[in-house]
């Protein structure tokens, strides 16, 4: 990589100064004061009626708050009836069902969201709306603190569940056609919790045509498959996507030998029992299937031809603002320097495990096995994907701006996936000097992109003959790439399993 000699933090110290006072909470919609703060709880107007929340940290919060019915067994989501009393939303609602060791946590019922809004007020705030991580089997909308935006960068922050694993994305289209959409559940639910927050949010001091979608991981995989599903147009104005692209999505043929070996599991052979069969005994089944590197890529979104209609690297989206990258060492959070490299990428990547496995033997004349390793899953889980869709997205007009985090905090192969998230959410604990300042510049990058669509001035867009991306490290530096890995061989979907 060669710099082109622009200095991130001295060329934009200034604009990164983006932190706004506490807003007090307006007089809109008063209750009964919140024991914990002693201010009056807030009380907001939804289309399905009422509901009180409390305040934290001089920010209004609403939790646990039911954006869809609950749901049917794979059934897409169904907007939520209206309630007389008004609603308690203090509490968080249930996660999705997940595997919990031999155990399961969550409950089927697990369609909520959170709001933090600084004010129920008409300020119109640009709104960001975060979608978790988990290998699309584990985690909740909970796992991240919606007062990191609120409190502070006058944002309205919304987090969300939707449903995981088998419950989310097991295929079964050919069983009745009622469950046509099954494989794209935990996407339709996104899409629903979307249009909740579209017709409601003005009602939360946001704006419904300023909505960031953010997601890491599993969430950024799941939010560009929202992005190129015809459903969700209109509901979003930009989008975040930190480790993850459109590799998660697979193809019908991929997603039933992935249920028959859910089936085999379970020691059934006839799938028309699985909407009847007790949730935490079809989950427990999935937690084993998907036990070890490989249940990473296991389950996800599928082109089913109604909810994803069109390969998705050659959908049209309309101006969407996209900030998008991954992490130098992404891999090195998956594999140790004692694993069976062999085994493990067979088992990530199954029919196309001999493109990496070719990629990984090739590393080995210069590196280690465990660096070649590291190497090998960060460009086929990850980079390589990004990339693709970065080129597609810019090629088809889209602003588009890509980051690669370095920072290794003296560890040899130490900016490992997620790791980027403490300094973009938790700014505040970081531990000293260097990363003090990481933490307020990637977090003052994300809250100028939520706020106005561009990351920063002077930061380049993307574009393939000029590949210039901002490296995030103990200082920051946007450099042109002088490669940009593709694999021309790799399928589009890290998963194939025919």
Not at 46 to 56: L, S
Not at 327 to 332: F, H, I, L, R, V
Request: charged content about 20%; proline content about 6%; glycine content about 10%.
């Amino acid at each position: 990589m060669e710099s082109i000699g622009l200095s991130f933090r001295a060329a934009t110290r200034g604009a990164l100064a983006v932190f706004f006072g506490a807003v007090a909470l307006g007089t809109a919609g008063q209750a009964p004061a919140d024991r914990a703060s002693g201010q009056p709880a807030p009380v907001a107007k939804t289309a399905e009626g009422y509901i009180r929340g409390v305040m934290e940290n001089g920010v209004a919060v609403f939790k646990g708050v039911p954006y869809a019915q609950p749901p049917k067994r794979f059934m897409p989501p169904v907007t939520h009836e209206r309630w007389g009393d008004t609603l308690n939303a203090t509490a968080f609602g249930a996660s999705a069902m997940q595997p919990a060791g031999e155990k399961t946590m969550g409950s089927e019922n697990c369609l909520y969201l959170n709001v933090y809004t600084p004010a129920l007020d008409n300020r119109r705030r640009a709104v960001v709306v975060w979608v978790h991580g988990g290998s699309m089997t584990n985690g909740s909308g909970r796992g991240m603190n919606g007062h990191a935006f609120a409190d502070k960068d006058d944002i309205v922050a919304v987090t969300i569940n939707y449903r995981l694993g088998a419950l989310g994305f097991l295929y079964m289209g050919d069983v009745d056609k009622k469950y046509a959409q099954s494989g794209n559940l935990g996407l339709l639910d996104v899409v629903a919790a979307l249009k909740w927050i579209h017709a409601n949010i003005t009602a939360f001091g946001g704006d419904p045509d300023r909505v960031t979608i953010m997601g890491e991981s599993a969430g950024a995989k799941l939010l560009s498959a929202v992005m190129v599903s015809p459903a969700s147009k209109g509901l979003y104005r930009q989008a975040i996507l930190e480790s993850g692209s459109v590799q998660c999505i697979r193809d019908t043929v991929t997603a039933l030998h992935e249920r028959a070996r859910l089936l085999r599991q379970l020691g059934i052979g006839d799938p028309r029992q699985l909407p009847t069969l007790p949730a935490d005994t079809l989950i427990r089944a999935q937690g084993r299937i998907c036990d070890g590197l490989g249940g990473n890529s296991q389950l996800g979104p599928v082109y089913d031809g109604i909810t994803i209609t069109d390969d998705a690297y050659k959908i049209h989206l309309s101006h969407v603002p996209v900030l998008i990258g991954t992490n130098e060492d992404e891999g090195a959070a998956f594999i140790g320097p004692t694993a069976d490299y062999d085994y493990a990428m067979k088992d990530l990547f199954r029919d196309n495990a001999p493109f990496a496995l070719a990629y990984y033997r090739r590393l080995l004349r210069t590196d280690t096995p465990y660096a070649a390793a590291v190497k090998t899953l960060t460009q086929y889980m990850y980079q390589m994907h990004a990339y693709r869709f970065a080129q597609v997205l810019s090629d088809d007009g889209n602003p588009v701006w890509m980051y690669r985090y370095r920072y290794r905090a003296g560890k040899p192969l130490g900016a490992r996936h997620g790791n980027e998230l403490h300094y973009i959410w938790d700014a505040p604990s970081a531990a000293n000097g260097v990363e003090k300042q990481l933490a307020l510049d990637m977090h003052g990058v994300w809250v100028n992109f939520i706020k106005t669509g561009e990351p920063l001035p002077r930061w380049p867009r993307y574009y393939a003959r000029t590949p210039q991306v901002m490296i995030f490290d103990t200082t920051d530096t946007v450099r042109m790439l002088t490669e940009v890995y593709n694999d021309p061989a790799f399928p589009s979907a890290v998963f194939v399993l025919h």
